[in-house]
T-cell receptor
Framework: SAVISQKPSRDICQRGTSLTIQCQVD?????MFWYRQQPGQSLTLIAT?????????ESGFVIDKFPISRPNLTFSTLTVSNMSPEDSSIYLC????????????FGEGSRLTVL | GENVEQHPSTLSVQEGDSAVIKCTYS??????FPWYKQELGKGPQLIID?????GEKKDQRIAVTLNKTAKHFSLHITETQPEDSAVYFC??????????????FGRGTQLTVWP
């Protein structure tokens, strides 16, 4: 399994500001993903973080709002830009050691509150 | 795309009883079905998974069954304990094309085990 660390674990932000969430994996993973989980809801995939290239975004999510970097196999960042209260959510980083097995492990999440 | 339905949304059982959570999926190409447990304030934790070449898998008090023909899979927890109380998510994945490694999640089941 992979141990995934995220920071910050929580933050309170002002409307219009941006926040970058960092994700560190303890071992090299083939794939990394960013999910959003609104209070009491399921997980929604934001994008696949691709090493050394642009992320692949799901429908409804755009790079200008959620820029993602993945400079190497063990690190990725997600920025939530120009935040509004609707962006208040838990943002989860996940990683998988082997694409074929499909096993994904999650970080503890970053809980953002936008005032 | 894949659609994963999960029932029930809430489930309350007495300690020592069994709990069953059911999921259906729509894409016959899906071949990997994990279950995650999410405790309050934490990230989802992979507890058991099953692949499409297997009908049943057990791990101590937890078992998962898969019916490929009917496109449904279930999580069974026996001899429930209060520490089993959490939100459980089913998910599916198919390893083809651009969706390789992507998980589709159900809406979650809040399990409460009363002592």
């Amino acid at each position: 399994s992979a141990v995934i660390s995220q920071k910050p674990s929580r933050d309170i932000c002002q409307r219009g500001t941006s926040l970058t969430i960092q994700c560190q994996v303890d071992s090299q993973v083939t794939m990394m993903f960013w999910y959003r989980q609104q209070p009491g809801q399921s997980l929604t995939l934001i994008a696949t973080a691709n090493q050394g290239s642009e992320a692949t975004y799901e429908s409804g999510f755009v790079i200008d709002k959620f820029p993602i970097s993945r400079p190497n196999l063990t690190f990725s960042t997600l920025t939530v830009s120009n935040m509004s209260p609707e962006d208040s959510s838990i943002y989860l980083c996940s990683g998988g050691t082997t694409a074929n097995t499909g096993e994904l492990f999650f970080g503890e999440g970053s809980r953002l509150t936008v005032l | 795309g894949e659609n994963v339905e999960q029932h029930p949304s809430t489930l309350s059982v007495q300690e020592g009883d069994s709990a069953v959570i059911k999921c259906t999926y729509s894409d016959s190409a899906s071949n990997y079905f994990p279950w995650y447990k999410q405790e309050l304030g934490k990230g989802p934790q992979l507890i058991i998974d099953i692949r499409s070449n297997v009908g049943e898998k057990k791990d101590q008090r937890i078992a998962v069954t898969l019916n490929k023909t009917a496109k449904h899979f279930s999580l069974h927890i026996t001899e429930t304990q209060p520490e089993d109380s959490a939100v459980y998510f089913c998910a599916s994945n198919h390893d083809r094309g651009s969706t390789l490694g992507r998980l589709y999640f159900g809406r979650g089941t809040q399990l409460t085990v009363w002592p």
